[in-house]
């Protein structure tokens, strides 16, 4: 008998990449390359020590009430949390206790099976088919919950609302989640539904869209009643997760709508034209409505273009995995850092020929 008997095990998540050089080209993790809004910086400035000195409030009062007005919900139905990641790890907690297992998709967030793992949550992967796309089937049959990012991750396919809606009506007796980290690059959120259906939460993130991924913020919104029930594991848990200036600069990143429609739309500009680009050079892609590109390509495998970017200071991400491995998740970043991707390839294909 060793004390090894008694420890949880888990297979943790692999997150891409963070490489300490500062001169590469970084398509790996879906940040954001544009600075968040310019209130943030100003606010980080005036934020004085003295006010770290006392704990942050732990309902972060201030950050709900922005998100409320934007969203136009009651702050009530918002949840707050340390990064999406946070967010989807408590609702896994609160809302996944049956007996029955939860449904997601087999190719999507590699965190969702770390997470029912973790928490003992049985699960059931369903297969997308052969253009990545969700069976609406798979998920008619009984279960005990379901979480689907839409847009996908790392596909980046974006499911009708209407099919989403036929989803979450058939499974009025369990928690729906829609994880829509990605939503802001031209795909359409669930929101309209929360006061319909109250098995619906939707879970957003400020680390793509609004630029804030080094400071950990995400949300849910949904019914109320699933919002105290997510509040009471959460405090039960750890009730100052949040800290003091992540509040301020985030309310101060909400506040500013004409920023966010200014960098998500030069990311979907850049998304665009890349892809055709890109196309030009033998690459082809799922219809992405996300930041970054899932492209494979005709002749040359996706692992050798992997390692020959990198090695050129170009990291993206690379996954030896079933149904994926011959593909590129490629992180949009601004125009300038594409270019130079897109040089170093043309440049690569030719000479490799
Ligand atoms: N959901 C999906 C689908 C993601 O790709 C990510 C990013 N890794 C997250 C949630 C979590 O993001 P964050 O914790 O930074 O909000």
Not at 129 to 134: G, P, R, S, T, V
Not at 190 to 218: E, H, W
Request: hydrophobic content about 40%.
């Amino acid at each position: 008998m060793s004390w090894e008997n008694n420890v949880r095990k888990v297979e943790p998540y692999v997150a891409g990449e963070q490489p300490k050089q500062k001169d590469i080209i970084k398509l790996n993790t879906n940040e954001c390359p544009y600075p968040p809004a310019p209130g943030v910086a100003k606010k980080a400035k005036e934020m004085m020590c003295e006010s770290l000195r006392l704990y942050p409030d732990m309902n972060a009062e201030k950050l709900v009430n922005a998100l409320a007005e934007y969203y136009k919900v009651k702050p009530a139905q918002i949840f707050v949390g340390v990064g999406s990641d946070d967010v989807l790890a408590m609702a896994f907690m609160t809302f996944f206790n049956g007996k029955e297992p939860i449904l997601f998709p087999d190719i999507t967030y590699s965190f969702y099976d770390v997470w029912a793992e973790l928490h003992r949550i049985p699960y059931k992967v369903c297969p997308l088919d052969e253009e990545f796309k969700i069976r609406k089937e798979d998920y008619f049959v009984p279960n005990g919950g379901i979480v689907i990012p839409n847009p996908n991750a790392p596909t980046g396919v974006f499911e009708s609302v209407e099919v989403m809606e036929e989803i979450i009506r058939a499974n009025r007796d369990v928690v729906v989640i829609i994880d829509e980290a990605y939503v802001d690059f031209g795909g359409e959120s669930v929101l309209p539904l929360i006061d319909k259906y109250d098995n619906l939460l939707v879970v957003q993130t400020f680390s793509k869209s609004r630029a804030m991924a080094g400071i950990r913020i995400g949300f849910a919104i949904g019914n109320e009643k699933l919002i105290s029930y997510l509040q009471d594991v959460k405090f039960s848990f750890n009730s100052y997760t949040m800290n003091l200036p992540t509040i301020e600069m985030g309310t101060e990143a909400v506040t500013d709508d004409t920023y966010f429609k200014e960098i998500t739309g030069k990311i979907i500009a850049t998304r665009e034209r890349v892809k055709d680009e890109m196309a030009n050079l033998g690459f082809s892609f799922t219809d992405s409505k996300a930041n970054f590109l899932f492209a494979t390509h005709e002749r040359v495998p996706a692992q050798e273009i992997f390692q020959a970017l990198k090695e050129n200071g170009i990291y993206v991400r690379y996954w030896n995995k079933p149904r994926i491995n011959n593909r590129l998740r490629i992180t949009i970043g601004t125009d300038e850092q594409m270019d130079k991707m897109l040089a170093f390839l043309k440049n690569y294909l030719k000479e490799r020929n």
